[in-house]
């Protein structure tokens, strides 16, 4: 695949950025265009390998290895390296329904686990992907299939993020008639107002696959609960002939500090974020916003990351991040071997952006909040701070406080950013669906089929917070179960 000694011709070469005080000042995706030919020169370092670990999708010490939807990863950097655009295409839609959200989100487990990545930096996997489908809809090539045999079965599906419109749009194919239910005002789920416009534009990259499929058959029904008196979750049930739960993980972990936890000024990252989108669609002014504040982001990971930038593209007066984990390496350490993702120190999208405008990186690393500090009116006006030491104890580490590392921060706006426990309870109390020792409702990898007969999980709501690639995985496998336990049989893949 590629060319023959191409990785040693050629260099790791990624597109360049909009420049930070540049992008700040608005919500345009960031990232410029590479030519052609500097993407053909980038596929043709695929290097012929021999096993491509890039496309394996499993779990190696806790983390993602390789790509879990197993895209066809040589064959179509092949392609792009020989100028068959449409061919690299036609293989990139055969395991990925979506490859305009996960060339722009997705973290790049695959470049993790990239062979070449052992001695040099690794092929620009995630780079060629999101030009291939890019390039697909410029040609014209990505137009909406008319689904010509219909099996006269119905299939719900609860929740449009991607494991839901992975879920829909695979079972549309399969013949069935899917309607998508969306609880929100517009569909996409955490595409749609989890992640912002600078990395993933809502109108020209969300709604247009949304319209697609659409196009193509499929029902979507904003504003409309299941499980609410308006629509009661057992008439769903009368109503199709199966359901599909991609209701998400959406419970926001929250923080035991003390003081005022009810101080005006602590929301939770999503809440954020939702208020942010909503706004930059014109629906209204922002509920939360950062704007002349002392911000402070707790927690990592792309959410913190997004807030940061959010936040600068607010006006906030400072922002700062606290993470309770030590920093990471620079380079791989001995426990963290290839092709296990690299947990090396990296810079993204926001901390650049805060390092131009405040001339270091906003990030405090093992760093424990311990106290919310509200001024006479019950308003957040501090956060008392520590430093924190990882100590062993009965087999795990645990954050300990470093005596005499306290001190205050400014903050009147805190972003909670730490993860999700797990699905909200509601739906799957009122279905009678069994749930497991974390939440998340239980159904098996295999066959993603719950306690209840015809009605089967995905996603983060069976599996627990992840990627978005896992996401549309879980929403193909899903498909491929509820599929054939509708017919008998299934050709999905």
Excluded at 233 to 251: I, N, Y
Excluded at 441 to 463: H, M, N
Aim: hydrophobic share 35%; net charge negative; glycine share 10%.
């Amino acid at each position: 695949m590629g060319k023959v000694k191409g990785f040693m011709e050629f260099q790791r070469e990624v597109p360049a950025d909009r420049a930070p005080l540049e992008r700040i000042k608005d919500w345009k995706e960031f990232h410029l265009k590479m030519s052609d030919e500097a993407l053909q020169s980038q596929g043709a370092r695929c290097m012929d390998c021999g096993t491509p670990f890039c496309h394996t999708g499993i779990m190696l010490g806790g983390m993602t290895t390789g790509c879990p939807i197993h895209n066809l990863i040589p064959e179509w950097n092949d392609d792009v390296y020989r100028g068959f655009w449409r061919d690299a295409y036609d293989r990139l839609m055969k395991t990925n329904n979506f490859p305009e959200f996960t060339g722009r989100v997705c973290p790049a487990p695959c470049e993790g686990s990239c062979v070449l990545g052992i001695i040099e930096p690794p092929v620009t996997i995630k780079n060629i992907e999101c030009d291939i489908i890019e390039h697909a809809f410029a040609e014209g090539f990505v137009v909406p299939k008319k689904i010509e045999h219909r099996t006269g079965k119905r299939v719900a599906v609860v929740g449009s993020g991607p494991a839901g419109l992975a879920c829909a749009d695979q079972l549309n194919k399969a013949g069935h008639s899917v309607t998508v239910f969306e609880r929100d005002d517009r569909c996409g789920g955490l595409l749609m107002y989890g992640i912002p416009n600078m990395k993933l534009d809502k109108q020209a990259v969300v709604q247009r696959r949304i319209d697609i499929m659409e196009e193509e058959g499929v029902v979507f029904m904003p504003n409309t609960e299941v499980g609410s008196s308006s629509c009661p979750a057992e008439k769903l049930l009368e109503d199709f002939d199966a359901a599909v739960l991609c209701t998400g993980s959406t419970v926001p972990r929250d923080l035991d500090a003390e003081g005022r936890r009810e101080s005006g000024g602590i929301h939770f990252a999503m809440d954020f974020l939702r208020s942010s989108t909503k706004a930059l669609l014109g629906d209204s002014q922002p509920v939360l916003s950062a704007e002349g504040k002392n911000v402070v982001v707790i927690g990592g990971g792309d959410t913190g990351t997004d807030c940061v930038a959010t936040s600068l593209r607010q006006g906030c007066k400072s922002v700062v991040q606290l993470e309770i984990m030590p920093k990471p390496a620079l380079e791989r350490t001995g426990d963290n071997p290839w092709p296990q993702w690299p947990k090396t120190f990296k810079v993204d999208y926001g901390q650049e952006e805060a390092a131009v405008l405040q001339g270091e990186d906003p990030r405090r690393y093992s760093m424990m909040t311990r106290k919310f500090i509200a001024d006479e009116g019950g308003n957040l006006k501090a956060l008392q701070v520590s430093q924190v030491e990882w100590v062993k104890k009965d087999g795990r580490f645990i954050p300990q406080p470093v005596a005499g590392s306290e001190e205050s921060i400014p903050a009147e706006l805190v972003l909670l950013a730490m993860g999700f426990a797990g699905p909200e309870a509601a739906l799957a109390e009122q279905l009678g669906v069994a749930c497991d020792e974390r939440s998340n409702i239980k159904a098996s990898e295999k066959q993603y089929l719950t306690s209840r007969k015809k009605v089967f999980a995905a996603g983060d709501a069976r599996r627990g917070q992840s990627l978005v690639v896992w996401a549309i995985q879980e929403g193909r496998g899903a498909a491929r179960e509820c599929d054939r336990f509708l017919m008998g049989e299934t050709s999905l893949p």
